[in-house]
């Protein structure tokens, strides 16, 4: 039960009845608080695949998301999944016909899959992957991959949320990070994520946090967290105890007994971050949103000029169109001034970070920021828009 049975491999997870169960609850719940209910978490990317394609799912145990993909895409797409043991695998009569599943090392996949893949999967292996490795799979997925392709990554973070000083999620939380050490393991793969997939080569990469409820004080969908994460965790007792972590798997059921007491009581927050590289957005607001910014502070800087595109031309209007008063000058000045900072600010902060809670903040002020641009040329009429 240790989950030593390959060679030169360590999975702290057995690979049984029971753990394909668990595994299988797991997926539903990450469908429903990761990946907001949806096999892929972009939602533009299943109708990529309408018209065919090969998609990889990178460690895929049961192979339940794979299956579930199967229902949203024709059969002319081709379902890959790998995995270093066959134990948990479908039975063959289970799985769909455009299923075909693997046996391998995702830091070795086959040289004849290079610039192959449309959409690659994977999840969960922040104990299934050592530190030296995590690059090394992370370099095969960007061999593998077609050219535009995608990948969505998900992984835990290495800590609850809120956890109390002295709590027994705190404590678990320090046992858990001495056993990643101890074995190897990164146990801050979710936070390096996006660094090892710009050092492999990949672009636009975004990342994403969302927050699994664990424990009864969430009610139904709480008990089923604290299920999967309870489960989970009893499972890897006996590699704590083999490793000398724990003194006894006694001490260490009484701390597992603490941890599901305090998280019927206190709930749990589990964060999950999912890391997409995605390409549209950023092209839009990294480079064209800012360069049409800066144009409007170019014109903003040539007074004259944004007043004959604003002002209808008459003999009336004529003095102020070639030759503005100072006080327009000055007001105009200070709107270039605006147009250059809104141009500056949203590619610098943007460029600086892959936070999709970060995007959202700012792009949901210019957004509201545009629409009250254009509200105050309404008296000039729509076609002053165009002009």
């Not at 299934?128 to 095969?140: D, F, H, I, M, R």
């Not at 190897?184 to 660094?195: I, V």
């Not at 049409?292 to 944004?306: D, I, K, Q, V």
Request: with cysteine; net charge negative; hydrophobic share 40%.
């Amino acid at each position: 039960m240790s989950g030593r049975t390959i060679p030169g491999h360590l999975y702290l997870l057995p690979r049984d009845a029971s753990e394909r169960l668990r595994l299988n609850e797991q997926h539903r719940y990450l469908i429903k608080f990761v990946y907001d209910g949806r096999s892929v978490y972009k939602e533009d990317v299943v109708s990529r695949l309408q018209n065919g394609g090969k998609v990889l799912d990178s460690g895929t145990g049961t192979a339940i998301w794979l299956q579930d993909l199967a229902r949203e895409v024709p059969e002319s797409v081709e379902l890959h999944g790998i995995d270093l043991s066959p134990k948990n695998f479908p039975e063959e009569a289970d799985r769909p016909s455009n299923l075909h599943l693997h046996i391998g090392s995702l830091t070795n996949l086959p040289a004849e899959w290079s610039n192959q893949f449309d959409l690659i999967n994977q999840r969960f292996l922040i104990a299934g992957l050592s530190k030296s490795e995590w690059p090394q799979a992370v370099a095969e997925m960007f061999r593998v991959l077609k050219p535009g392709g995608v990948v969505q990554l998900a992984e835990r973070e290495p800590t609850y949320m809120s956890a109390r000083v002295g709590s027994a999620m705190a404590r678990h939380d320090e046992l858990f990070d001495r056993m990643y050490k101890t074995l190897g393991f990164n146990h801050m793969c979710a936070t390096d994520l996006p660094g090892m997939l710009e050092a492999a080569g990949f672009t636009n990469i975004s990342d994403d946090t969302k927050i699994n409820p664990i424990g009864r004080k969430w009610g139904e969908d709480g008990e089923c967290g604290a299920r999967i994460y309870g489960g989970a965790y009893e499972n890897m007792g006996p590699v704590l105890v083999e490793e000398g972590l724990v003194g006894s798997a006694a001490e260490y059921e009484g701390l597992l007994s603490d941890l599901r007491k305090e998280w019927g009581e206190e709930g749990g927050q589990q964060p999950i971050t999912t890391t997409i590289p995605f390409w549209p957005y950023r092209l839009f607001f990294l480079y064209i949103e800012p360069a049409t910014a800066l144009l409007g502070a170019f014109f903003a800087g040539r007074p004259a000029e944004y007043l004959a595109l604003c002002i209808p031309h008459t003999t009336y209007t004529k003095p102020l169109l070639t030759n503005p008063p100072v006080e327009v000058n000055i007001a105009l000045y200070q709107l270039s001034n605006i147009f250059l900072f809104v141009s500056l600010n949203e590619y610098f902060v943007l460029s600086s970070t892959n936070s999709i809670k970060t995007w959202r903040a700012l792009l949901g002020c210019l957004l509201i920021a545009d629409i009250g641009h254009l509200l105050t040329n309404l008296p000039l009429g729509a076609s002053v828009l165009w002009r």
